[in-house]
């Protein structure tokens, strides 16, 4: 058995999305390949120690704002290395390379640089993964009001959909959803149908989202690009995590007269239960924009919300 290494890497972001990739000395192992900025946790040290001591060693900089964001282990030919990924949205300090061969600032969407170390590849997916999910309500507020909302919403920047309308028989929601995917992949927006993989399917939406109880009777990941899952405990998260999923949305933060049932978990709770696992966490419950950097501290990936995307007036 190979003894498990903790690592810890930092996506170092700029305001405007892209993030700081480095590329591996020779001499060191996979030579060539785009890491992260980062290196190994040592005897007593946590790994947000780890990281922020490897990016002043590294590159000269401190890190100000270290957000928990995912964890993933992999196995390579010379070690099994559990890799403690954070976002670090603030730093100070010039950037002054001291360990890779490069460096390049790069987007998930368009990244230019190859080959990327091999634990890397989920985590550039998830880097793709918008930040904000708005969940459609228009069996509440009308199939009118709501594509209104939905084209001002996209308008306004917001790149994932999730179409979620128990509320309406299945033609009209049939409709809807072809419509509302037509819309929001038009703006560039990832669209997602809850519950229902034969209609995300027919009309080519980007993926599903799995309510609950569907994520706990399906014995594999439906055959889409994106699959997620709403969670409410650590053994959900984990099964979504199980079946390689691409996220799960975890609440509630705070009670909603949606769901008035649902205990509210509040961020010191969210924080607990999204710690340490290998897919984004979006946060929800009584949650809007004024909520991100809150949720953000709380290793959330972003937020997802019904009323608090849509919009006052919407
Ligand atoms: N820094 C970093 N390491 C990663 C990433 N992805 C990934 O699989 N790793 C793996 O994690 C391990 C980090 O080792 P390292 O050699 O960079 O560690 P280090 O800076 O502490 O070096 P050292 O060997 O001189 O102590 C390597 O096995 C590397 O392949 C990543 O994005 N960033």
Redesign the pocket.
């Known amino acids: 058995m190979k003894k498990v290494?903790d690592?810890?890497?930092g996506v170092i972001t700029r305001p405007d999305g892209s993030f700081l990739l480095?590329q591996?000395a020779p001499g060191?192992?996979?030579p060539g390949?785009?890491?992260?900025?980062?290196?190994?946790v040592e005897a007593g040290e946590t790994p947000a120690a780890a990281l922020a001591r490897?990016l002043d060693e590294?590159l000269g900089i401190r890190a100000q704002v270290l957000h928990p964001w995912l964890m993933r282990e992999?196995h390579?030919e010379?070690?099994h290395?559990r890799?403690h990924?954070f976002e670090v949205p603030v730093w100070s300090g010039e950037i002054n390379d001291h360990?890779h061969s490069a460096l390049a600032w790069q987007r998930a969407d368009h990244l230019e640089v190859a080959p990327?170390?091999?634990?890397?590849g989920p985590?550039l997916k998830a880097l793709r993964l918008p930040r904000t999910m708005g969940i459609t309500h228009a069996g509440e507020i009308g199939v009118d009001a709501q594509l209104a909302a939905l084209d001002a919403a996209l308008a306004d920047g917001l790149r994932l959909v999730q179409i979620r309308e128990p509320g309406l028989d299945a033609a009209a929601r049939a409709a809807f959803a072809a419509e509302a995917v037509r819309r929001a992949q038009a703006a560039g927006a990832l669209a997602l149908v809850n519950g229902d993989v034969e209609l995300a399917l027919r009309c080519a939406a980007d993926g599903v989202h799995l309510p609950a109880a569907q994520l706990a009777a399906l014995g594999a990941r439906p055959d889409l690009p994106w699959v997620g899952a709403s969670c409410h405990t650590r053994a959900e998260l984990e099964r979504a995590a199980a079946l390689a999923l691409d996220y799960a949305v975890l609440g509630a933060v705070r009670a909603t007269p949606t769901h008035p049932d649902q205990p509210a978990l509040g961020w010191e709770g969210f924080s607990a239960l999204a710690a340490e696992l290998p897919l984004p966490v979006l946060a929800l419950g009584g949650l809007g924009a004024a909520d991100m950097a809150a949720a953000r501290a709380a290793g959330a990936h972003g937020i997802a919300a019904i009323r608090g995307v849509w919009g006052a007036a919407r």
């Open positions: 290494v690592v810890s890497a480095g591996r060191t192992f996979y390949y785009w890491e992260f900025p980062g290196g190994k490897e590294e992999h390579y010379h070690a290395v890799l990924f360990v990327m170390l091999p634990a890397n985590i």
